[in-house]
């Protein structure tokens, strides 16, 4: 049974950065693609980007040159470095894999 755990959201001032991390249990974590996905108050799920086992990424519009993602094979984790934060950003980021999610980490940015 797999298993998504995320860490790193918090509070931060427009313009900041987090780095959020989900660590992944369960399965061979090397040949999935996993994704990072975003749901704010109101709105529905959004996929903020996704890296494929071959390490090709794709991202969102909404986030495309802030926002990188990677992964690390050795560790069962993938990575979402968020750079130069806008209040829109607020959300609730989950840690996908298939048909397994994460419990979310919650992102606020606001001055």
């Known amino acids: 049974q797999v298993q998504l755990v995320e860490s790193g959201g918090g509070l931060v001032q427009p313009g900041g950065s987090l780095r959020l991390s989900c660590v992944v249990s369960?399965?061979?974590?090397?040949?999935?693609?996993m994704g990072w996905y975003r749901q704010a108050p109101g709105k529905q799920r959004e996929l903020v980007a996704r890296i494929f086992s071959g390490g090709t990424t794709t991202y969102g519009d909404s986030v495309k040159g802030r926002f990188t993602i990677s992964r690390d094979n050795a560790k069962n984790t993938v990575y979402l470095q968020m750079n130069s934060l806008k209040p829109e950003d607020t959300a609730v980021y989950y840690c996908?894999?298939?048909?397994?999610w994460g419990q979310g980490t919650q992102v606020t940015v606001s001055s």
């Open positions: 996908n894999r298939n048909a397994a």
């Open positions: 369960g399965g061979t974590f090397s040949i999935y693609a």
